[in-house]
């Protein structure tokens, strides 16, 4: 073959540096490379191997990822970058993509939003303070002018480590007036440094805030005098998320006082407060519509917050002490949520004794009754409750429309306590067996449903109650007045059983699959983690400290 034409064709070139191969450069490529191929045979032997490194570069410019535009290239870069991270390992997929060619790096850094997320543990880091920096300086620099998303764990336990953090306090604040999303795991003497300062009045683009100060010194250190105001959120226009909370149960002690644009605020966490506290701060966010108690118990709610605009509430229980859990809607006694539409009551997983409901029914039942509040979520997660229990609560919520209920373990019954998924429940709850009460059917509006069931779960009555709620026929269900359940998830906690008897028994809810009903069956852990799924992904949680303590 005359190899002349290839070499005016700069081969390496196009390898290094292209994007892709286009039209123009495609129909040339497979001249080359039919001449090459038909050649070969008459090469000597000595020149077969260059001929066939030759054609070996000829089809790589023909493969279909070479052919790929710009544009659509980026947008896989795109899916493929959503963080760079830095903890005990460093992970940077925009970095790893940069190094493939010329082309894919230059196309990697005229993309700014491919480096504006980084998320940095230096607890966990191996890296020097210049190395740290040096990466977070190059993600601040190719970023360019878009928002910034940064999940930062800055401690403070040793001169190196406060060093580090603020150093990276540094770089980050002088970029404040493109923070969007901002996550601060902080020692909390970084939170009044003077780097710190510069964002004051410098953040445009916050929507969402998180705080988890850590003191990390002995207690008789603890309790600054006076107690620090932090005052440098005080101005942020576009605030609608904001999470304060603590790494130790007195955290929040030391951010007794902080300034936030609380009226604006729609979606509030807090963590590891005092019921006091956190009512009083409660009180100032009062256009607040989804708000989040994280481990929050002893003392009660102030009259300050008796009554309160949330629609929707989330409970995570502390159940390291069982008079804080059993207590705990006593201490609500004054709070009246008229606008509440969903809640959920999420506890621990394992290691704790379990919490029961028995003790919190009737303050339950009362705050639902002053409140006079249509639910139409609810939700229960590693919480003790008998089927009576659960029953008279289902009982007060009329409008339900979606219902989740996940027993703990059967370990957790061996501590004493108790199961929801009795015969009688499900029968109770089927609206076939209506006649078996005189109050008419259990949540008569309900749309879905989501268990999570131990071993000795009763799947030929859970079946029979999910067929009497399958109701296609609007008019047909208008008539009886109730509504058809459209969803339905069944979480089995040690796998999914594989009994040929089971597969007989959950066989009709296969075929109201097929009619339309989202029917999913999952096979947990004993400690929540899914080993097995069929039909439909597991469902996500929304707080990310529910995923990894509560599930």
Same mark, same amino acid.
């Given at each position: ?178 923070? +969007? ?142 008079? +804080? ?192 009903? +989202? ?33």
């Amino acid at each position: 073959m005359d190899t002349s034409a290839s070499d005016d064709f700069d081969i390496l070139a196009q390898l290094r540096s292209n994007f892709g191969t286009f039209n123009g450069d495609l129909t040339y490529i497979t001249q080359l490379l039919r001449e090459a191929e038909s050649t070969i045979s008459a090469l000597p032997t000595e020149q077969h191997r260059d001929n066939f490194l030759l054609i070996d570069r000829l089809r790589s410019l023909l493969t279909p990822i070479r052919r790929l535009p710009p544009d659509v290239l980026g947008c896989l870069f795109s899916l493929s970058c959503t963080e760079s991270e830095l903890a005990d390992k460093t992970d940077c997929p925009v970095v790893n993509l940069s190094q493939v060619c010329s082309g894919w790096r230059e196309l990697a850094r005229a993309t700014p939003s491919l480096w504006a997320r980084l998320s940095m543990d230096i607890s966990k880091s191996k890296l020097s303070v210049d190395a740290i920096t040096s990466m977070i300086d190059t993600h601040l620099t190719l970023s360019g002018q878009c928002p910034l998303h940064l999940s930062l764990v800055l401690p403070g336990n040793t001169a190196t480590m406060m060093d580090a953090s603020r150093a990276i306090l540094r770089s980050v604040a002088s970029h404040s007036v493109r923070w +969007e999303t901002v996550c601060l795991k902080i020692f909390q003497d970084l939170l009044l440094d003077p780097n710190l300062a510069l964002i004051r009045d410098n953040l445009p683009l916050l929507k969402h805030l998180e705080v988890w100060p850590n003191t990390e010194k002995d207690d008789e250190e603890y309790f600054p005098e006076p107690i620090p105001v932090l005052d440098v959120f005080r101005s942020a226009p576009m605030l609608r998320s904001f999470k304060l909370g603590g790494t130790d149960w007195d955290d929040e002690y030391a951010l007794a006082e902080i300034q936030l644009p609380w009226m604006q605020l729609e979606d509030i966490t807090l963590g590891y407060h005092r019921l006091e506290t956190a009512s009083q701060r409660l009180a100032e966010a009062s256009a607040a519509r989804a708000v989040t108690f994280y481990r929050c118990s002893e003392g009660s709610m102030t009259a300050d917050c008796w009554a309160h605009n949330m629609q929707s509430l989330t409970i995570c229980m502390r159940n390291s002490w069982r008079y +804080e859990v059993d207590d705990f809607f006593q201490n609500f006694s004054g709070l009246t949520l008229p606008h509440l539409t969903s809640l959920r009551v999420l506890g621990q997983n394992s290691g704790y004794w379990p919490t029961e409901w028995s003790t919190m029914v009737g303050d339950f039942l009362w705050f639902l009754e002053r409140s006079a509040c249509s639910l139409t979520s609810f939700t229960v997660v590693n919480i003790s409750i008998s089927s009576f229990d659960a029953l008279e609560l289902l009982r007060a919520m009329p409008t339900l429309l979606h219902l989740t209920l996940h027993e703990l373990p059967d370990e957790a019954f061996e501590e004493g306590g108790d199961t929801t998924f009795t015969d009688n429940f499900l029968q109770q709850m089927s609206l076939s067996d209506t006649s078996t009460n005189n109050h008419g059917p259990y949540l008569p509006h309900l749309q879905s449903l989501s268990f999570r069931v131990n071993s000795h779960f009763n799947t030929s009555l859970f079946v029979r109650l999910v067929r009497s709620r399958w109701i296609p026929n609007s008019e047909h269900g208008a008539e009886m007045g109730v509504g058809c359940l459209k969803k339905v998830e069944l979480r089995f906690i040690g796998g999914i059983p594989t009994e040929a008897d089971f597969m007989e028994e959950i066989r009709p809810l296969m075929v109201l699959r097929g009619a339309g009903l +989202e029917f999913a069956m999952n096979g947990e852990g004993a400690r929540g983690l899914v080993v097995n799924r069929t039909f439909l992904r597991r469902s996500n949680l929304t707080l990310h400290m529910y995923l990894q303590s509560y599930q």
